[in-house]
């Protein structure tokens, strides 16, 4: 291979892509099993996106409810799926959720307990039973923060200044990365037997969402697919009921499910506590999809506040309560906007939350297809389908995690010669120096604007054909300008660039998300069309999309009988569009 001048040269076994929850837990098994790992990201890894996650994790520990089981909680998210999630996915996550658990326990995380120590488990949405464990409502960093204090006891090293802008492939074989350091332009190039894909999602591409200015920009979609993976089911995105309004810099940043799990309730303008109308039986504790489009509908038909939200109401709630079961509510909306919630009601409305589709993976092992490539996390596919049950993310990270770390730790072990292409490594500098030297006259940030509008014009909640097809023909016009971007890194870093490759992400990702959409002609869960508002059997399928325009219909297979006689009709009750 040949060197290039200032480039870094990084071997490793395996190369883990993201510093999130998923990328640490698999880097853990592998370093548990005395694999030399390597985990690089763009964010730090104790300010992952992971961090964010309030609510909860969920397992079948029936510590509360002792009729729960493995089998009543995969039927729950079968069921929530809309049968869009892979039943052998499914079965693997809750099987072995109790394992991931232990893992955390061992670890040292601070779950909340019970008077007798027993770990502490609340409802969260449409779960069956209390089976969602937590510490707080600041969940996700405290496991984000327990993982980190694990890799440093392994030794585990940490780039966490680090932009990866290609995977390496020769033959459909990986054989390692390329990408720049944020803080000094530096590049990196990296040799590995397998590549471990961790880096989150797409939310970003919408206008208000949960996830900050540098996350979840799509960054997984196009690694992938440049790569020669797939993506499934791009459109099927969960938009979070409650997500702030104000002020504009924090839009969307999220007021956890906790709230309405320990008993929030939501009203209109007007003070009617409009989920009634909705889902009468569940109320607030609903699923995500059906409380986001209650939300909607309220806001569409004029029944919203003057800021175009509804509000998430815990006042009448004892303050002992919130103070201990909500205290990062409380403490956002203090430091947000000076919010007393113990005495005032919260201005929420629908925000983009969670890619419920992603990399195509296998079940057995989340490889991608491309040897040597796997998927987890955020960045993969199979478990949620057209709904994620609250909960139910972190504890697939914690089982996958170590299944992805176990296959690339046998997969690396077992590779007798690593086959590498110069020309792919060539390829890969030319796109950075080519970037780098842009010189044209748009603004990247601004076209991540446009994008972002686009996307929630077009693709939001709520969507029709021609809506989606004026989205196609905007992102065209959208796709041309960006041949004529300006990237001016600075002596502060080289954050303009990475701009850059987030906006190309985040392009393909909304070019994968509306082919998508326009072919899933009906309403199923967070996918609500306008013009088809009835569910098709016959899209009882995941989408599978391998570029502009190429969509493959993959059948999903049965439902095991243990599972199956546990779940509930599917209902649309409560499934209104405009």
């Given at each position: 291979?040949?060197?290039?001048?200032?480039?870094?040269?990084?071997?490793t076994s395996?190369?883990?892509?993201?510093?999130?929850?998923?990328?640490?837990?698999?880097?853990?098994?592998l370093?548990?099993?005395?694999?030399d790992?390597l985990v690089?990201?763009k964010r730090?890894?104790?300010?992952a996106?992971?961090?964010?996650?309030?609510?909860?994790?969920?397992?079948?520990?029936?510590?509360?409810?002792?009729e729960?089981?493995?089998?009543?909680?995969?039927?729950?998210?079968?069921?929530?799926?809309?049968l869009l999630?892979?039943?052998?996915t499914v079965?693997?996550?809750?099987?072995?959720?109790a394992r991931?658990?232990?893992?955390?326990?061992?670890?040292?995380?601070?779950?909340?307990?019970?008077?007798?120590g027993r770990?502490?488990q609340?409802f969260?949405?449409?779960?069956?039973?209390?089976?969602?464990?937590f510490?707080?409502?600041?969940?996700?960093?405290?496991i984000?923060?327990?993982?980190?204090?694990?890799?440093?006891?392994?030794?585990?090293?940490i780039?966490?200044t680090?932009?990866?802008?290609?995977?390496?492939?020769?033959?459909n074989?990986?054989?390692?990365?390329?990408?720049f350091?944020?803080?000094?332009g530096?590049?990196?190039?990296?040799r590995?037997?397998?590549v471990?894909?961790a880096?989150?999602?797409?939310?970003?591409?919408?206008r208000?969402?949960?996830?900050?200015?540098?996350e979840n920009?799509?960054?997984?979609v196009?690694?992938?697919?440049?790569a020669?993976?797939?993506?499934?089911?791009?459109?099927l995105?969960?938009?979070?009921p409650?997500?702030l309004?104000?002020p504009?810099?924090?839009?969307?940043?999220?007021?956890s499910?906790?709230?309405?799990g320990?008993?929030g309730?939501?009203?209109?303008?007007?003070?009617?506590?409009?989920?009634?109308?909705?889902?009468p039986?569940?109320?607030?504790?609903?699923t995500?999809?059906?409380?986001?489009l209650?939300a909607?509908?309220?806001?569409k038909?004029?029944?919203?506040?003057?800021?175009?939200?509804?509000w998430?109401?815990?006042?009448?709630?004892?303050?002992?309560?919130?103070?201990?079961?909500?205290p990062?509510?409380?403490?956002?909306m203090?430091?947000?906007?000076?919010?007393?919630?113990?005495?005032?009601?919260?201005?929420?409305?629908?925000?983009?939350?969670?890619?419920m589709?992603?990399?195509?993976v296998?079940?057995?092992?989340?490889?991608t297809?491309?040897?040597?490539?796997?998927?987890?996390?955020?960045a993969?596919s199979?478990?949620?389908?057209?709904n994620?049950?609250g909960?139910?993310?972190?504890?697939?990270?914690?089982?996958?995690?170590r299944?992805?770390?176990?296959?690339a730790a046998?997969?690396s072990?077992?590779l007798?010669?690593?086959?590498?292409s110069e020309?792919?490594?060539?390829?890969?500098?030319?796109?950075?120096?080519?970037?780098?030297a842009?010189?044209?006259q748009?603004n990247?940030?601004?076209l991540?604007?446009?994008?972002?509008?686009?996307?929630?014009?077009?693709?939001g909640?709520?969507?029709?054909?021609?809506?989606?097809?004026?989205?196609?023909?905007?992102?065209d016009?959208?796709e041309?300008?960006?041949a004529?971007i300006g990237?001016?890194?600075d002596p502060a870093?080289?954050?303009?660039?990475?701009?850059?490759?987030?906006?190309?992400?985040?392009?393909?990702?909304a070019?994968?998300?509306?082919?998508?959409?326009?072919?899933?002609?009906?309403?199923r869960?967070c996918?609500?069309r306008s013009d088809?508002?009835?569910?098709d059997?016959?899209?009882?399928v995941n989408?599978v999309?391998?570029?502009?325009?190429r969509?493959?219909?993959e059948?999903?297979?049965?439902?095991?009988?243990?599972i199956?006689?546990?779940?509930?009709?599917?209902?649309t009750?409560?499934?209104?569009?405009?």
């Amino acid at each position: 291979m040949l060197v290039y001048p200032g480039e870094r040269q990084v071997a490793t076994s395996v190369l883990v892509i993201g510093t999130g929850g998923a990328g640490l837990r698999a880097a853990i098994e592998l370093a548990e099993r005395g694999i030399d790992v390597l985990v690089v990201g763009k964010r730090p890894k104790a300010d992952a996106h992971t961090t964010l996650a309030a609510g909860g994790i969920n397992a079948a520990l029936s510590t509360m409810d002792r009729e729960d089981s493995w089998q009543q909680h995969a039927a729950d998210t079968i069921t929530e799926s809309y049968l869009l999630a892979r039943p052998d996915t499914v079965r693997t996550v809750t099987e072995h959720a109790a394992r991931g658990i232990d893992d955390l326990e061992r670890w040292g995380m601070p779950f909340a307990r019970e008077s007798d120590g027993r770990i502490s488990q609340r409802f969260f949405g449409a779960h069956t039973y209390r089976r969602t464990a937590f510490a707080g409502d600041y969940t996700g960093l405290e496991i984000q923060r327990t993982l980190v204090n694990r890799a440093a006891q392994l030794g585990i090293q940490i780039i966490d200044t680090c932009y990866v802008t290609r995977i390496l492939v020769h033959d459909n074989v990986v054989f390692g990365a390329y990408g720049f350091d944020l803080d000094d332009g530096g590049r990196y190039a990296f040799r590995a037997d397998a590549v471990i894909l961790a880096a989150g999602g797409h939310t970003r591409i919408w206008r208000r969402t949960s996830s900050r200015r540098d996350e979840n920009t799509g960054d997984s979609v196009r690694l992938a697919v440049l790569a020669g993976g797939r993506i499934r089911d791009p459109e099927l995105v969960q938009f979070h009921p409650s997500g702030l309004i104000e002020p504009e810099n924090a839009a969307g940043t999220l007021v956890s499910e906790a709230a309405r799990g320990e008993g929030g309730v939501l009203r209109n303008a007007g003070g009617e506590r409009f989920m009634q109308r909705y889902d009468p039986e569940r109320m607030e504790l609903s699923t995500r999809d059906r409380v986001a489009l209650a939300a909607y509908t309220e806001i569409k038909e004029g029944r919203g506040t003057d800021n175009g939200g509804v509000w998430l109401d815990v006042s009448h709630l004892p303050r002992e309560t919130i103070m201990r079961r909500l205290p990062r509510v409380y403490q956002t909306m203090l430091e947000l906007q000076m919010l007393d919630i113990t005495r005032s009601p919260i201005e929420i409305a629908p925000t983009a939350h969670y890619s419920m589709g992603g990399v195509w993976v296998r079940a057995d092992d989340h490889g991608t297809g491309v040897e040597g490539l796997y998927a987890v996390g955020e960045a993969s596919s199979g478990l949620h389908g057209a709904n994620r049950l609250g909960g139910n993310s972190l504890i697939e990270l914690f089982v996958y995690g170590r299944i992805v770390g176990e296959a690339a730790a046998r997969y690396s072990a077992g590779l007798s010669v690593q086959r590498r292409s110069e020309g792919a490594l060539a390829e890969a500098r030319r796109e950075v120096d080519e970037v780098l030297a842009a010189d044209g006259q748009e603004n990247v940030r601004a076209l991540q604007r446009t994008l972002r509008n686009t996307m929630t014009e077009h693709a939001g909640v709520v969507r029709d054909d021609a809506g989606i097809r004026a989205g196609l023909s905007e992102l065209d016009e959208l796709e041309e300008r960006m041949a004529d971007i300006g990237v001016h890194p600075d002596p502060a870093g080289f954050q303009d660039l990475a701009h850059a490759f987030d906006l190309k992400s985040s392009a393909m990702a909304a070019r994968a998300t509306l082919d998508a959409a326009l072919e899933r002609r009906e309403t199923r869960g967070c996918h609500n069309r306008s013009d088809y508002p009835e569910l098709d059997p016959e899209l009882q399928v995941n989408l599978v999309w391998s570029g502009p325009g190429r969509i493959e219909r993959e059948a999903i297979p049965d439902i095991p009988a243990d599972i199956a006689h546990l779940m509930r009709d599917v209902s649309t009750i409560g499934k209104l569009v405009e």
